[in-house]
């Protein structure tokens, strides 16, 4: 199985932090304090939003579902949102507005992320806390219905979950939590232990019947949890199931679960690594690419459709945004991967 890059776009003049995409718009977020719209299906730069918005780095990007809404989530401590004008989803003049800006971290925004439904916008920051915002129908307004205050240090990235209102944090506590909401308020459900370092980014498997997340650290490790019940107190119950092969010798700094079932991972070593599970609990390395940004770290990656294929989409440090194409009817590289000693 063999991962050959399809299109390097030079989008910006400092490291790409984040990714998104949705009805084949990417959006991307950097430290050169821009946000970009790619048209995916053409390699086509659309729009670049107004970077004096905000004054330092654009840490994460986040596309409302079924929307042309987007939320970006900044070092200078506050969110952006923004729309794209006029009704037509494409033609021309393609230009996102300012929506609305939101305040209340004390510190750097490290992510955003939006639940399934569109309802409710998660945050996090270097302040410790997760904020839940729940937002009107045209993402202009925004109420903070809870502050989740439970980890004991800087909160690196949430993700919710693909159907149910469930929201993952991870943090530089090497903690992994689980929240939900309960009597009109949200807690921690469970607190997932196991990792020897920063836990960077967390992606639920994408299952209607069956609970897991996959889970990234400074350790180096992909760990696979998974859910198992909810015991007398009502706190759920969860397991380390698998960690996956060893293949990256330094910090792994995002993952992502695709919807056939395989995860991807990239971090400060440069490669892009996918895992496949044989069978439950049990994983392999499907294929692996070796300095994806060149000499750069590679700070994200996403699983992406465009034009009905999925891809994977990675960000460097380089200010480059990578489209990969993952031939698994190929063994053509089979020989050529090498594993970290």
């Not at 050959?4 to 990714?19: E, F």
């Not at 915002?133 to 045209?138: G, Y």
């Not at 949200?186 to 994408?206: I, M, R, Y």
């Not at 990239?266 to 000499?295: F, M, N, P, R, T």
């Amino acid at each position: 199985m063999s991962i050959s890059l399809i299109k390097s776009l030079k989008l910006h003049r400092d490291k790409v932090w984040s990714i998104d995409c949705s009805k084949g718009m990417l959006a991307t977020g950097s430290t050169d304090r821009s946000v970009k719209i790619i048209d995916a299906s053409q390699y086509k730069l659309l729009d670049e939003l107004d970077n004096t918005v905000h004054k330092k780095a654009v840490r994460s990007v986040a596309w409302r579902p079924n929307s042309f809404v987007l939320a970006a989530g900044s070092f200078d401590s506050t969110i952006s949102i923004w729309t794209k004008e006029g009704e037509e989803e494409m033609d021309n003049s393609w230009e996102m507005e300012l929506l609305a800006i939101i305040e209340g971290h004390e510190n750097e925004v490290k992510s955003v992320a939006w639940s399934h439904d569109g309802a409710y916008l998660a945050s996090c920051s270097r302040d410790k806390s997760v904020w839940i915002w729940e937002s009107d129908e045209m993402g202009e307004e925004y109420e903070c219905i809870s502050v989740l205050q439970e980890h004991s240090q800087d909160v690196k990235h949430v993700v919710w979950h693909p159907f149910l209102q469930l929201l993952a944090s991870s943090s530089y506590d090497d903690t992994i939590r689980i929240w939900r909401e309960y009597d009109d308020d949200w807690e921690s459900a469970a607190v997932l232990n196991g990792h020897e370092g920063t836990v960077w980014s967390s992606d639920f498997e994408k299952s209607e019947t069956r609970l897991r997340i996959c889970s990234g650290s400074d350790d180096a490790r992909v760990k696979i949890w998974r859910y198992l019940r909810d015991d007398e107190e009502e706190q759920q119950e969860w397991i380390c199931e698998a960690t996956m092969p060893s293949v990256h010798s330094r910090a792994i700094y995002s993952v992502s679960w695709n919807e056939d079932g395989s995860v991807a991972s990239v971090g400060s070593d440069g490669k892009l690594v996918i895992y496949q599970e044989a069978q439950q609990g049990e994983w392999e390395i499907a294929a692996q690419q070796e300095l994806c940004h060149g000499v750069h770290e590679v700070n994200v990656v996403k699983w992406v459709k465009i034009n009905d294929k999925t891809m994977l989409a990675t960000g460097g440090d380089d200010g480059y945004i990578n489209l990969w194409n993952w031939d698994q009817s190929s063994n053509s590289n089979k020989n050529d991967q090498k594993q970290h000693d």
